[in-house]
Every structure is written in structure tokens, then in C-alpha cells.
């Protein structure tokens, strides 16, 4: 349950948690900049789906609060800081929206004219603009800080738009001192909103899927969806293609479904219809013996054009004699963009068949079979051009009336179409050529010398007739026969233009079906170019990535080593001045001991000073090599380094670094270099006062002997 | 801070790390103790201490050594400047301000969080290197004062000032200057220089959190759960973002580093 009222206890803290229940949760977030609040109010959204809150007032609520709040905010420790929290339980939503007020909280007056809803001063305004789109307004300001925080709730169930003056409480302001005297109430759970998995929440599903492969815009995306939607209409499941492939294809499909309209009697159920009725035709003639009247054409006519028997015996629409019904064809044919297209084909063939209606009606006036057909391309109905007969009995009437009705509704399944065919020039030229070829057969075969025959004998036999009967039921008899014989060159004529659509058909699928064939080749072959080039990429990557990781290993190997060697040198060097040290304080003792010490203690000592001497040369033989060592290192360091700033550019910290050791190394080598030269120096020098303290030894000696033989001498006197 | 060894033979040499002098600033705070070499006794003396700072007298008087040496110590500080330098880097952006509060927040979260160990705790004394790197210098004079005026409680302010910056941090409070007035006012507030006069309740929360656990300079490791255990609003939100640190930018298996003992130069 949510949290009573704040009527039993003393609010002394912000925080919108202490109006929900203890298992709420609250996400926070605190905004430096009003940047980006609508994606804020997004990722707020996406962690309320799932309750019933109404999300055009949350939206207000979130953007209008914290929008606002910016125009009354008071920059703190220098930063203009919003935070919003937004809490719910099961019940209701609480959102808060703290800053900083600049102006003066006077709380009497807000109440007051918040609550005659007469807000005065820019707080009020805020207030009683929340007020408004919200179930409750809690209001806290603290006044040591001028830290205000407004917190608008919104009940579950009145946002369902039940009760809509349903409140969850009116106006309430807290206005509190600095310190905490009660236990702070909290939510279950406070997130903030960047430790959301934003990126996944912001990103709709279906982006999710596409738009990172293909980089698409939302607009793009969208009407993507929406196309591929209706291609799976069209399709089905069994969709052969990709979006891609049917955005490059459309063009094509485009044609393909141009040629559904214009194209008609392709498909080999009509083809086959189209032989039986010539069957029929011939049986026709051959059977029908008997003179029927000629019916004219009734108003039904146009209906009949229009509607096709089923073979369930219904009539269904068959519209243009096009795959798809009417509705259908512009259902499917307009994503394809041919909707408009479509319209302009159906108006042309209102256009033809108010032609048709106009010829029918020239046809009534004429009679004439001949004009209808020279009338009709390709030949819409042929009428028989017999002249109708009063007594004319019922029997032939009827008789007569099917067989119209027939062949209306023949013609009307053997008309191409009602349009202009999509033919080329050539093709229509062929087309009439053929057919010509087979009227010229028909006229000049067998069955057209048997009836110039029969005419001749016919006119023979109604001059010898005298009774008019005769005479009508001859002519009736010739016009049948050369009615049918128009009917049969007609059919010819119909068989040709169907043969040859078909075959142009066939020509424009092969071809179209041979182009996206190659553009869908294409399309593999690019995605592989792609892929190809991502792997060469990647493989690239992950070259410089090794590289990166060696030469990383490299240079912290590098720069322990040059650690370890600048320990070693400045051990050395140490090493080296204390052996300096020792060294000068001998070479003190012994000049005192030249200096002072009596000539036999000298003698005693003289063999100390050559031990010592020994040693100093092999110090300095020692001291010769370090420094010899300190070359090779340095040269090492050097080359070292040059390698380093060769391959590693961007490293400057580093390389700086590097050289500044080195520096230091030299400027240590050098001293000790110079030290070495002291010592060298010194060395010299001892070596020329060894010289010299001998030669003074050899004088001491010869001194020492002659007095050794004075005092022999002395003694032996 | 009282560290181990205030000489050092010269055949410790390894243990310490030299540094040209030059490199050496005035008034910044030290990382580890402070070394320099004496020839006549072949041994290291220690200048400075851990969280001590040179004065420019000082600096002229000691640049005859041409070379200083820290305490190898200085090495654990090395992810905490890296990270601190790459959230500076970050916050210091021209184009902060395009990027969204929570991807802000977010980012910052993801430095700063392997710098808990998985054990779930860390030094006040690396949040001290840490923040110190992030922020603004409290300033010369101010920092001879406090040095001046006591030592532990001028290095009991450095630590909860920037105690209270990390938590702010945390909390998603993603503004250079933001930080650098809390740190400010954190250390005038406990110096006692300033009375604290915070106009923000939660970050007033912050700094009282920051002085109740890290009351001084002896408190060696802050744990992060120790906010899993209050009811406060501002704990609840450090609790759940320790337990986004732990469950998802922590590295597993990472101990944390430590000033104290072998590794270390202090003495515990």
C-alpha cells in the first residue's frame, strides 16, 4: 500500500518516495544542462510500460517540469542542477523536480492563489501548471538551502480517464529547516538513470534488428517495414527476397506487374479456353443448321463484359481480365507505386468502353459485322450481320439470343484487352501480318471457294426460286456462313495476338528474371566486396592491435630495463665516488708519509704503497671497464630510443619521459666520465710521484749504503 | 601519514623510484614518501611525506639533487591517476554539455568503478590521489595554512574532501566545477575555515556520510558496503550503484590496492 498522507508525520526531507509505498522504485537523474529531456522523458517511459500511468501527462509532467525549472533555478556551487525523480509503486507515480529557487517562497501566497487558480508570481505559475495536468502536488522547500522540490503524482486509475476530477490530494507545501528530526523514509530500489541498459531501452525493437546493418534513418527504416509488410501480404511466407533486393528490383517488379495489367489471356487456362471455344465455334457451324434471328445488343452488355461465369457457376468480377480483382490489383500494385497509373489504365478503359458502347450503338445503326470488327481492335464481339426477321419463330429466337450471349462472352474472355496493349509497333505488326496470312489461307483455301461457290449457286437458285422463303432462308443461310467464316479469321486472328503476347511475355519475364538474376548477383557480389573488406579489416586491426599490445610489452620491458640501468649506474656511480674518495684520502696518507715518515719507515712502508698502487690500477682498470659498459648501455639506450620514437608517435609522454632519463643517464655517465679522467689524472700523477718517491728511495738507498759504509768504516776504526 | 622508512640504504636503491627535480611542483600533493641521496652517507633521506606538498623555498632549496626518488609505492597510484586523468578528460570536454546526464554518468561510472577492488573496498588514501588529480588545486596559500595550522587535520580534510567528490561522482554530480566547489567547500567546512553552506540536501547528505566514515586520517579502508546497511536515501543510492560497480564494472578477482605494509611505505 502506498504511504498515507504526510498528515501523520512531519516532512522534513525531499525526496518523492515518501508518497509511495515501501516497494517502490525511484530513477533519478541529475541534469546539469536540459539538454536532451525528451530523451530523458524516453528512458523514464521505458521503465513505466508497464504500469497504467498516462503517458501524454507523464511526458508534460517530466518536460514541462524540468524545463521550467531551469527558468527558476538558482545556479548552485556555480551549476545550474536540476534533479529529477520519478517514483511509483502499483497505485501511483510520484515525479520530483528539485533546484534551486531564485525567487521568494512565500507559503500562504502560493496556496492562495494556486488555489483560486491565480497564480502570480513565476513559482505559482509553475505550481499551478503542474496542478493542472496532475492528480496531486506536493511541494517541499527548505529554507536554509531555498532548495525547493515539486513533486506531482499521478494516480494509476485516474488516468484511465474514469474519474477524472479524482484527486489523490489537494495542494500540499512543506516548508522545513535544515536538519533531519524523523527517519528518512525510502524506496525499495533507487536507479539512476544512466545504470540503465539505456542503449537497448532507447532503440526500438525493430531498430534493433536493421537499422545496424544497413544504417538506416527512421524514415527509412519505417517505410522499409511498412513495404516489407505488404510484400509478405503479397508473398506470403515464402517471400524470396530482401528488402534490399526488392528496393533495387522494384523497377522491375514494377514492369512485371505493369505487364499483369496490360497483358491479358497469358495464362494457359485461357489459352485453352481460347481452343475449345474455337472447337465450339466449329462445332457450331457445322451443326447449327437452323436460321436464327439476330438479337440486338442489349444493355446487359457492358455487365457482361465485366463479369465472367465461374465455374461454380457465381459470377465474380473478373474486372480487366487481369490476375487480381480490381480492389486486390490496387491494393497490391501500390506500394509499387503504380497505384496512379493504375487509375489513369482504368479511366482509358472507361474511355474504350464507352468506345464499345459507342460502336455497339453504330453497330444497332449498321448492322454490320465488318464495321464492328475494323471498329474493335482485335476484334471485341462480332455481331451477325442478319437482319432480323419478324417471323421469326420463338425457337430460333432463343436459339439465337445464346449463341449472342455466347460469343459476347467469348469475345469478352478472348479480348486481350480493353486497353492498349503494351506491344511494341513491331510486334502489333507481325501480329496483323500473321493474321492476315491466315484470312488469306481461309479466303483462298478450300472452305473460301466452297462458299464463293455456294454464293454463286445460291444467287442461281434465288433467281430460279420464285417463293421468298426460299430466297430468305438462302440468304439467311450465306450470311451464316460468311458470319462464320468472319468469326473463324477472327478467332485466327486472336489465336495469333494470344501466341504472340504469351511469347512476349515470356521475353519480358526471362528478361526481367534475368535482370534481377544479375542484380542479385550483383548484390552478392557487393556484400561479399563488403565483406571482404570487413574482414581485411578486422584481420588489420587485429595486426595493429598485436602490435600495439608487443610494442606496449616492448616499452614497459624498455622502460623497466632503463630503470634497472639507471639503478645500476647510479650504483656504479656511487660505487665509484666512494671509491674516489678512498682513493684521494690514500693518495693524502701517502704524500704525508712521503712527507713526513723517516726513511726507514718508508723503506717498511714502501711495499705497502706498491700493494696499493697495484690496487688502484686495477680499480682504475676496473673503473675503465664500467665506463666502457656505461658506453655500450647508453648506445643501447639510444638506439632504444629512436626505435621507440620511430614506432610509437603518438607515445610523447613517454618518449619525453625516456629522454629525460637519458638525459639524466648522460649527464651521470658524463660525470662519472669526468670523474674517471680525475681519476686517470691522478693516477698520472701518482705514478710520477711513485717515480719520483723511487728515484728518492734509490737516493735514500745510496745514502743508506754509504752511511752503512761510514759507519763500518767508523766502527772498524 | 607516518611511513616505514625514513632513511634508506643505498642497497634498498630498488625500492625507490628517481624523478628529475625539475619535475617536482611546488604545492602539489605527493604520492609517496620523498627520497634524496646523501653521498657522504650512502643512504636515502626522506624529504616529504605521503599527502605532504613542497613550498617553492623548499623546491629551490632541494634543486641541487637534480634527482628525487619516490617511494615505489607511487606505482599502485598509477590506474587512479589514469582513471582520474581520463574523467577529467571527459568532464572537461568543450561538448559536455551534448552528451546526455545519464550516458554522462554512466561513462564516469565506468571509470571510476574498477577502481573498487572485488573485495569491495578502496583506500581513502587513492581517493585522495585520485580526486586531487581530477579537481582544481586547493591553492598555494591555503594549503601552507592548513599544513601550518595541523598537519593530521589538514590531511583528515584532504581525504574527506575527497571522499565526498567520489561519492558525488557516483551519484551521477558529473561537473568539473560542481566538484571542484564541493571539494572546496568539503575542505574549508572540516579545516574549519568555512562553515559548510551547502545549498544542495543530498549533497550536505554526502559530506556528513564522507566525516562519519572517514572520522581520520587512521581510517585505512572504506567499504562499500557499508551503505547496504543505512536507510538514507543517499546510501540506497550509493548501495545500488556499488552493486552495479560490483556486479558489472568491477574486474573479478582484483585485490585492492594497499598503501599499508610490505607493499606499501606506511606503517599500519
Not at chain 2, 215 to 219: F, H, L, P, R, Y
Given at each position: 500500500m502506498a504511504k498515507n498522507s504526510t498528515s501523520d508525520q512531519k516532512i522534513n526531507k525531499f525526496g518523492v518516495a515518501q508518497y509511495l509505498s515501501d516497494f517502490s522504485k525511484v530513477l533519478y537523474n541529475n541534469l546539469f544542462v536540459n539538454l536532451y529531456a525528451g530523451q530523458t522523458t524516453d528512458l523514464l517511459m521505458t521503465q513505466l510500460k508497464k504500469t497504467k500511468v498516462n503517458e501524454l501527462k507523464m511526458r508534460v509532467l517530466v518536460l514541462f517540469g524540468l524545463l521550467e525549472a531551469r527558468s527558476l533555478n538558482d545556479r548552485v556551487e556555480g551549476e545550474s542542477l536540476v534533479t529529477i525523480e520519478c517514483g511509483f509503486d502499483d497505485e501511483k507515480l510520484a515525479i520530483g523536480v528539485t533546484f534551486n529557487l531564485k525567487d521568494i517562497f512565500n507559503k500562504k501566497q502560493i496556496e492562495l492563489n494556486v488555489g483560486q487558480k491565480n497564480p502570480k508570481t513565476e513559482i505559482e505559475r509553475y505550481i499551478n501548471a503542474i496542478t493542472e495536468y496532475s492528480d496531486g502536488v506536493i511541494v517541499h522547500y527548505q529554507e536554509s538551502t531555498k532548495r525547493i522540490e515539486v513533486i506531482a503524482l499521478l494516480d494509476f486509475d485516474a488516468t484511465e480517464g474514469i474519474t477524472e476530477n479524482k484527486k489523490i490530494k489537494d495542494l500540499e507545501i512543506f516548508v522545513f529547516g535544515k536538519k533531519a528530526e524523523v527517519p528518512e523514509r525510502t524506496s525499495e530500489k533507487y536507479i539512476e538513470l544512466g545504470d540503465l541498459n539505456y542503449k537497448d531501452l532507447l532503440k526500438k525493437e525493430m531498430d534493433k534488428n536493421v537499422s545496424e546493418e544497413l544504417d538506416l534513418s527512421y524514415g527509412e527504416f519505417i517505410a522499409k517495414n511498412a513495404q516489407e509488410n505488404y510484400i509478405k501480404k503479397l508473398y506470403g511466407s515464402k517471400d524470396p527476397f530482401s528488402y534490399d533486393e526488392k528496393v533495387k528490383l522494384k523497377d522491375v517488379t514494377n514492369r512485371l506487374y505493369d505487364e499483369k495489367i496490360n497483358v491479358s489471356g497469358g495464362s494457359p487456362e485461357e489459352e485453352d479456353t481460347l481452343e475449345k471455344k474455337v472447337g465450339d465455334y466449329r462445332e457450331v457451324l457445322q451443326s447449327e443448321t437452323q436460321i436464327v434471328k439476330g438479337t440486338p445488343a442489349s444493355g446487359d452488355d457492358e455487365q457482361i463484359l465485366r463479369e465472367k461465369p465461374s465455374t461454380d457457376g457465381e459470377t465474380k468480377p473478373e474486372g480487366y481480365n487481369v490476375k487480381f480483382s480490381e480492389d486486390e490489383k490496387e491494393e497490391k500494385l501500390m506500394p509499387y507505386g503504380v497505384g496512379e497509373s493504375l487509375k489513369g489504365k482504368r479511366s482509358k478503359l472507361n474511355e474504350n468502353d464507352n468506345e464499345t458502347i459507342k460502336i455497339k450503338g453504330e453497330y444497332e445503326d449498321t448492322q454490320q459485322a465488318t464495321t464492328v470488327k475494323d471498329k474493335l481492335n482485335y476484334g471485341l464481339i462480332e455481331k451477325k450481320s442478319i437482319s432480323s426477321s419478324e417471323d421469326t419463330d420463338e425457337a430460333s429466337k432463343k436459339s439465337e439470343e445464346k449463341k449472342v450471349e455466347a460469343q459476347k462472352v467469348e469475345a469478352q474472355k478472348l479480348s486481350p484487352i480493353e486497353d492498349e496493349p503494351t506491344l511494341s509497333q513491331s510486334s502489333k505488326d507481325n501480329i496483323e501480318k500473321d493474321s492476315s496470312q491466315l484470312a488469306n489461307t481461309i479466303d483462298s483455301g478450300a472452305f473460301g471457294k466452297i462458299l464463293i461457290k455456294g454464293k454463286e449457286e445460291s444467287e442461281e437458285v434465288k433467281r430460279e426460286s420464285k417463293e421468298d422463303k426460299t430466297k430468305k432462308w438462302i440468304d439467311r443461310f450465306m450470311g451464316d456462313l460468311f458470319s462464320e467464316k468472319s468469326k473463324i479469321q477472327l478467332l485466327s486472328k486472336q489465336l495469333n495476338l494470344s501466341i504472340k503476347q504469351k511469347e512476349f511475355k515470356f521475353k519480358t519475364k526471362e528478361k526481367s528474371y534475368q535482370e534481377e538474376l544479375r542484380k542479385r548477383k550483383e548484390i552478392i557480389h557487393k556484400k561479399d566486396i563488403i565483406l571482404n573488406n570487413v574482414k581485411e579489416q578486422v584481420h588489420n586491426l587485429q595486426v595493429k592491435l598485436a602490435k600495439a599490445k608487443s610494442e606496449t610489452k616492448k616499452n614497459v620491458g624498455g622502460d623497466i630495463l632503463i630503470k634497472n640501468q639507471l639503478t645500476k649506474y647510479e650504483k656504479l656511480l656511487s660505487v665509484s665516488q666512494d671509491d674516489n674518495e678512498k682513493l684521494g684520502k690514500q693518495v693524502l696518507e701517502l704524500k704525508k708519509q712521503l712527507s713526513n715518515q723517516p726513511a726507514k719507515v718508508m723503506q717498511v712502508e714502501n711495499k705497502d704503497t706498491l700493494l696499493e698502487l697495484n690496487n688502484m690500477k686495477s680499480d682504475h682498470d676496473r673503473l675503465k671497464r664500467h665506463l666502457e659498459e656505461f658506453k655500450k648501455i647508453n648506445k643501447q639506450l639510444m638506439e632504444k630510443l629512436t626505435q621507440s620514437n620511430k614506432k610509437q608517435g603518438t607515445s610523447i609522454t613517454k618518449t619525453t619521459e625516456m629522454k629525460n632519463r637519458l638525459e639524466q643517464a648522460m649527464v651521470l655517465s658524463m660525470n662519472s666520465k669526468k670523474e674517471v679522467t680525475n681519476l686517470q689524472g691522478k693516477l698520472t700523477d701518482k705514478v710520477k710521484e711513485e717515480i719520483k718517491l723511487k728515484n728518492q728511495l734509490k737516493l735514500l738507498l745510496v745514502e743508506v749504503k754509504k752511511l752503512k759504509k761510514s759507519g763500518g768504516s767508523s766502527s772498524a776504526a | 601519514m607516518d611511513f616505514y622508512y625514513k632513511k634508506l640504504p643505498l642497497e634498498l636503491f630498488n625500492e625507490l623510484r628517481p624523478f628529475p627535480v625539475s619535475k617536482v611542483k611546488p604545492y602539489q600533493l605527493l604520492l609517496a614518501p620523498v627520497y634524496v641521496f646523501l653521498h657522504k652517507n650512502s643512504k636515502f633521506l626522506a624529504l616529504k611525506g605521503p599527502l605532504d606538498f613542497f613550498t617553492e623555498q623548499e623546491m629551490e632549496k632541494y634543486s641541487t639533487y637534480e634527482v628525487m626518488y619516490f617511494h615505489r609505492s607511487i606505482e599502485l597510484c598509477t590506474p587512479f591517476v589514469i582513471a582520474s586523468k581520463s574523467v577529467k578528460d571527459i568532464l572537461s570536454?568543450?561538448?559536455?554539455?551534448?552528451?546526455?546526464s545519464y550516458e554522462l554518468s554512466d561513462s564516469v561510472l565506468r571509470l571510476i568503478g574498477p577502481l573498487w577492488s572485488s573485495e569491495n573496498k578502496i583506500e581513502p588514501y587513492f581517493i585522495n590521489i585520485f580526486v586531487d588529480e581530477l579537481c582544481a588545486p586547493l591553492g598555494n596559500k591555503k594549503m601552507e595554512e592548513a599544513s601550518l595550522l595541523d598537519v593530521d587535520l589538514f590531511e583528515c580534510a584532504l581525504l574527506q574532501s575527497s571522499w565526498a567528490v567520489f561519492l558525488a561522482l557516483h551519484l551521477g554530480y558529473c561537473n568539473l566545477n560542481f566538484l571542484n566547489k564541493l571539494r572546496l567547500n568539503t575542505f574549508d567546512s572540516v579545516m574549519g575555515f568555512e562553515s559548510y553552506n551547502g545549498k544542495n540536501e543530498e549533497v550536505e547528505d554526502l559530506i556528513s556520510i564522507a566525516r562519519s566514515t572517514l572520522?581520520?586520517?587512521?581510517?585505512k579502508v572504506l567499504y562499500g558496503n557499508y551503505f547496504d546497511k543505512k536507510n538514507e536515501r543517499v546510501c540506497k543510492k550509493m548501495s545500488s550503484k556499488i552493486n552495479r560497480i560490483q556486479n558489472e564494472v568491477c574486474v573479478t578477482g582484483l585485490k585492492s590496492a594497499t598503501i599499508f605494509g610490505k607493499e606499501g611505505a606506511f606503517s599500519g
Open positions: - | 570536454l568543450e561538448s559536455v554539455d551534448m552528451i546526455p572520522k581520520s586520517i587512521e581510517t
